[in-house]
């Protein structure tokens, strides 16, 4: 039976039921009613391979939790799915990236996705099979083995419908981005629906990363029908991104816009699926600005980036790649774990070291540094493997039982990284992931090095230390001479200053060294964007009156503000 009355998920409980509720899930066997121990282990290199599932049928909720998630390493279990018996996975991404979060549980509160603070991991996409339906979890990670607890529940059926798409999610990445063309996320063959996509990002340089357009190339298109206007655009934020879940898109995890920095994020195409007919290709462009916009704006940036496609097609689908091994798929972060240095530490004072279990189950030893005083101080070295730029972040928590008052100064090399680091935990991930440092960008020679940590308040006392993470930078993308962008923003800068100026002393001023003289406009826009000095004064008197400033340079203009907006 079908009315209209009944077509939405509350209304189709009241029709009659069709086929068979089925469950295969870790439960421990054969001790299935008094037992607790349900999860998988899987040591490095285990596959974990569910009972077939036998159809017709469709999948319609999927929920795993690991320790792997505790461990900030989500993306070591890698889920396929093998659609009818077929060669080629269906479904073939790192855990972590297909449930929208990355390497480390936060928040997400979507319709088809959701997971919590603590890890639980639950999906509601529908997955129909014909034939068969093979599940696999595999631990990519050489050198940890995770429990895995797992429950798939789907229905047999009689039949499906004709001309049934099935469900797909790859993976793919770019560690940097090619420079030169768009990053792509999808190349797809064949007719269906496009419904997500989940993009990790990890900035290479300083500034905004996301100027760049998504664009859709529909059945074959040169020119693309549907095009964006920014990355946070199609992400359906604006004006850069923040930790923000909802049912639709949203940023899980978002950091900021310092090199090293980055963030997960996922929009669902359910309510706008893009279809075709026979064929789709997806990019983005990796397009950003510099810290200033006057410095490059829209510029193509080597960012860091991955991506999980997500969508329905009827027929096999064309080939989408191999999917990288763990450390190759992990942003080439080189991580020094700290309790390796434990014998080789030196301490200044009467405070010392020790190893110490925290995390998740005790898994995460740490180095704890309790009851230091003022003028103590610890030394720990690191060794770098090649010259180069690293952009370094430490991984930590507060140490001892009760957490620290005040903050601990930490050196690179003698020279301060940060005045006061807490490792206060923050957001969502509070007792689970745990918070880490931002130590700034530091030319490395290859060798040794040391990282200093001493007390930055008369009330810091106690400090816990995992990990210190590097990872080198490519060279930084700059545009020399500057065009047009550039110069747009070096207006805007004129303009918000002559506005000020208007509001503030009811007249223009009489040239752009009156405004500098006022203290309302910085030396650099006395020039223009390469560095012209730049001619000013008025046109015209009373309402109508402008402020002007022409560059003398080859195509250079003669922009000018009537002082009543930031803008011209």
Known sequence: MSHPAFGDLLGALALPPVGRSRRVSSNEQPNWNDGNFDSTYLQPGDVLEMPLLEGPGCINHMWFTSHAGGMGELNALTLRIYWDGRAEPGVEAPLGDFFAVGQAPEVVESVPVQVSPSGSLTCYWRMPFARSARITVTNDNPNRGYGLYWQVD?????????????????YRQEYPAVMGRDYLIADLKGTGQYVGTVMSVTNAQDGWFGEGDDFFYIDGEEVPSLQGTGSEDYFNDAWAMRPRPSHWFGQPHWQGWSEGDGGVMYRWHIPDPVRFTRSLKVTMEHKGNAPLSEDAWYIERPDFFSSVAFWYQTGEPAPFGELPGYPERCVPWVTHHLVRTFRRARAEGAARLKVQSTGMFGGRPVLAWEDAQPGDRITLPFTVEE?????????????????????????????????????????????????????GTHELTKGEHTLTFRPAAPDARSLGVETLRLLKLPPPAVRSPKTNNEAHFYRIGIGRAVYAYRLAYDELPESLQALHESGLLDARYLNDENGYPLESGGEGGGAEGRFAARSPAPRGGTPSWRGLAPRR
């Not at 180069?388 to 003698?414: Q, W």
């Open 154 to 170: 789907w229905v047999e059926l009689p039949e499906l419908p004709e001309g049934t798409g099935y469900f797909h999610a790859r």
């Open 387 to 439: 010259d180069g730029r690293y952009v370094a972040r430490l991984m930590g928590f507060p140490g001892g039982e009760g957490g620290t008052g005040g903050g601990f100064a930490v050196e690179i090399d003698g020279k301060e990284a940060h005045p006061a680091v807490t490792f206060r935990p923050s957001g969502f991930s509070r007792g689970y992931v745990m918070p880490d440092a931002m130590l």
